[in-house]
């Protein structure tokens, strides 16, 4: 009896400009486009094993070795039966392929990292449903054909089917066709670009960001201006600092990019705060460490970017992590020890 099963991997993506905001909550289509960099899948990724099996009694999932609860009509459900459809295209055209469109589906997943730590779980966490899926049975779809899936499970999980440099264009069709995933650029054409992730509080948010991007949609004027006015130059300014590799533009794009949301997020009746004090104070440090590099005739060094949450993300060519890390560390001292995992200070301790 043959065994139909596969396992993948989806690694976690940062968005630089954020996606907030729904014009279809079900189809998850936005109200805006988005761009983020997908992080090295060595450091904080999905894995997940999907298997087909006639002899299973119906479709199941298990988070961290958890088993969670597949509701009808839910966004698991809907990918799943999504990539089921893709499957019977398959069977359809080739009679002699497996009819594993009609088997129920055992899924698997893990994370690399805390789920609680407030990073984005859940953007790994479907694409790797996704592309377990598509490698189960067999597709030929593209990353960007996956993402129109994905999408339907968490909105920026479209953008964790690309390595690199991604932008979700929004689209206008109203059936989703048109909003999926695109490559700007792979991580090869700009390795340099480190991201640093200080973990604030590692508490479960207080608002999740499908909760408050609908309250804000509902609510906040300066939302409007954002998406009419101000994204739409951001992106095509930050896709043309990306292929320029001009650090400069991308950290101050990225920088008020995560200004505006965060305002955005200010703006929204009742208010949503996701920083905190802590992640004001890294900002103040990272502005007077950008302000000396230029003051003294050097560039910007760094960018800082904050999602749904109080932890901080911070972009940097590798050459200025042996500056940044240690001044971190010397502000915010630390509850476990800092994992040099880059070799970048040898043998030498930096918080000693
Ligand atoms: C602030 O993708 O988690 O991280 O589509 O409702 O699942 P849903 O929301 P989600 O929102 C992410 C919001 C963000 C910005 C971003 O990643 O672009």
């Excluded at 976690?12 to 729904?22: E, F, L, T």
């Excluded at 997940?48 to 999932?61: E, I, Q, V, Y």
């Amino acid at each position: 009896m043959a065994v139909y099963q596969a396992t993948t991997s989806a690694p976690v993506n940062i968005a630089c400009i954020k996606y907030w905001g729904k014009r279809d909550t079900k189809l998850i289509l936005p109200t805006n486009s988005s761009l983020s960099v997908t992080l090295d899948q060595d450091h904080l990724r999905s894995t997940t094993t999907s298997r087909a099996d006639p002899s299973f009694s119906k479709d199941r999932l298990w988070l961290n070795g958890k088993e969670e609860e597949i509701k009808e009509g839910g966004r698991t459900a809907t990918c799943i039966k999504e990539m089921k459809s893709l499957r019977k295209q398959v069977e359809d055209a080739n009679p002699n392929e497996p009819k594993l469109s009609t088997y129920p589906v055992h899924i698997c997943s893990r994370n690399n990292f805390p789920t609680a730590a407030g990073l984005a779980s859940s953007a790994a966490g479907f694409a790797a449903l996704v592309s377990s899926l598509a490698a189960l049975y067999a597709l030929p779809a593209s990353p960007s054909q996956l993402s129109l899936i994905s999408r339907q499970g968490s909105g920026s999980a479209c953008r964790s089917l690309f390595g690199g440099f991604v932008a979700w264009e929004m689209g206008t069709a109203a059936d989703g066709s048109d909003s999926y995933a695109v490559e700007v650029a792979p991580q090869s054409h700009w390795p340099e670009i480190h991201a640093l992730i200080c973990v604030v509080s590692d508490d479960k948010k207080g608002t999740s960001s499908t909760a408050g991007m609908q309250r804000t949609v509902e609510t906040s004027p300066l939302l409007q201006h954002r998406i009419k006015h101000v994204v739409p130059e951001r992106m095509k300014a930050i896709k043309e600092a990306i292929l320029a590799k001009d650090f400069d533009t991308f950290a101050k794009i990225t920088m008020q990019d995560s200004n505006q949301f965060h305002a955005v997020a200010l703006d929204t009746d009742p208010p949503i705060f996701y920083m905190n004090d802590v992640s004001r104070a890294i900002i103040a440090l990272i502005v007077e460490y950008n302000r000396l590099s230029v003051e003294n005739g050097g560039k910007v060094k760094a960018a800082y970017t904050y999602d749904a949450g109080p932890n901080a993300v911070i972009y940097t060519p590798k050459e200025n992590l042996k500056e940044i890390i240690p001044l971190i560390l010397k502000y915010f001292p630390q509850a476990e020890k800092y994992n040099d995992h880059l070799g970048l200070f040898g043998t030498a301790s930096v918080d000693g």
